[in-house]
């Protein structure tokens, strides 16, 4: 048995190929003398008729996108991550689901009953009754429908150290190219106060608990919240009104 050293770089490593003997009888010997008869291999001629011997086709350039392999050792390289699938924007509960933006609207909208809206401006209130005794919970996902593409609406109670928070941010349903084409605006107002936020979408790419643990969006304390809480006066309900419009860039 002799062992024929071939470097790829699928592995990043040499790759070892075990060859029998007889299977040189297709390539073509010289011979360094008639008396030893010990057969000289040329280099170049064993590099041209190697991939006969071989039962898969061995890669000999550089791949550097994303390399898939399938249970058989085949190996597909994936050129373009438009194509991959997004997983559910959905924030309510953890959903395992993953499609296109077009399936994914569906899905939101028939199985977590997700509203849709109109337009590029919009206008919500959140409420919650007891907000002292609320560490960790998020709203209700709002769609927004404008420019003939998709966007998320998120509000989230969550901690800051030990500091209680609330975060108020949008995504985009498409990739983060595209997602840098938009940008959206977010205000907090009532109670003869007023907070504003400016910023760029994030694609569902990122989940949302990426983006909120980034703190990309605004972000208000719930000290300050009960502040512009409207007709708040025994300062225990929260009310917070948050408008904001979407506007392309270019």
Not at 61 to 79: A, H, M
Not at 160 to 186: H, N, V, W
Request: aromatic fraction near 12%.
């Amino acid at each position: 048995m002799w062992l024929l050293y071939i470097h790829t770089y699928i592995h990043s490593k040499p790759t070892f190929i075990h060859i029998s003997p007889l299977s040189f009888h297709h390539l073509p010997f010289d011979f360094m003398n008639s008396s030893e008869m010990e057969p000289r291999i040329n280099h170049l001629q064993i590099e041209s008729q190697v991939h006969e011997l071989l039962d898969y086709l061995v890669c000999t350039n550089q791949i550097t996108s994303t390399i898939y392999q399938c249970s058989n050792d085949y190996t597909g390289e994936v050129n373009n991550d438009k194509e991959k699938p997004y997983n559910c924007p959905y924030s309510g509960s953890k959903c395992t689901a993953t499609g296109d933006t077009q399936w994914l609207l569906q899905h939101l909208r028939n199985d977590h009953h997700v509203e849709m809206h109109d337009g590029r401006s919009f206008s919500h209130r959140y409420v919650h009754h007891n907000p002292k005794h609320l560490h960790h919970a998020t709203w209700m996902l709002t769609l927004l429908d404008c420019y003939g593409r998709q966007f998320c609406l998120y509000f989230e109670a969550f901690h800051l150290k030990k500091t209680p928070m609330y975060i108020a941010y949008m995504q985009f349903m498409g990739d983060e190219e595209e997602a840098t084409s938009f940008s959206y605006t977010l205000e907090i107002s009532g109670n003869s106060r007023k907070m504003t936020w400016q910023g760029v979408p994030r694609s569902i790419r990122d989940s949302h608990k990426t983006v909120r643990d980034s703190q990309d969006g605004l972000i208000i304390t719930r000290k300050l919240a009960m502040f512009f809480s409207a007709d708040n006066t025994n300062n225990k309900e929260l009310k917070l009104k948050i408008s904001g419009r979407v506007w392309r860039e270019h």
